[in-house]
């Protein structure tokens, strides 16, 4: 695959990636320990037969990992994803590349900022309290 465009990376990511934060729910007593209470990441899905794309990717962004994803449902195919999850890469390389190429859905660039206003609350640890916990729960909820 020759080098990707940051039109042609946006353009996907606008139709199959996703920007999102696992939160736990504060207010849910889970009984199966999880080692993490947020979790920000940064990934793109596509069938199987366009794999090559998602490791284009990972060379362009210099980072991430590409997985493969069984899907046992009837009619649809076995998928590969994209995921970046290391904050610091998401940090350095994601943000600062979306930031300078804006999603062109108004859903996708809502997705992003609130993306980025939860890393920088991450950055300043509110996760790590009651209420900062909440905060990103909520803020969580607005992302679609």
């Known amino acids: ?8 990376i946006v353009g996907l990511v606008d139709g199959e990636g996703s920007f ?9 007593v889970c009984k199966a320990v999880r080692r993490v209470k947020v979790e920000p990441k940064f990934y793109i899905k596509l069938i199987e037969r366009d794999k090559e794309i998602l490791f284009a990717l990972q060379r362009f962004f210099g980072c991430g990992s590409v997985y493969f994803q069984k899907d046992t449902r009837p009619n649809h195919q076995n998928c590969y994803r994209f995921e970046v999850f290391r904050w ?9 590349f979306f930031k300078r190429h804006k999603p062109r859905f108004v859903s996708k660039r809502h997705d ?7 890393m920088r609350l991450l950055a300043k640890e509110v996760h790590r309290t009651d209420a900062g916990l909440r905060q ?3 803020l969580k909820q607005q992302m679609h």
């Open 136 to 138: 990103l729960f909520n």
């Open 112 to 118: 992003f900022e609130i993306f980025c206003l939860m």
């Open 20 to 28: 999102t934060v696992y939160v736990r729910n504060p207010d849910v």
């Open 1 to 8: 695959m020759k080098n990707l465009s940051p039109e042609y």
């Open 88 to 96: 610091e890469d998401l940090q350095t390389k994601i943000i600062p």
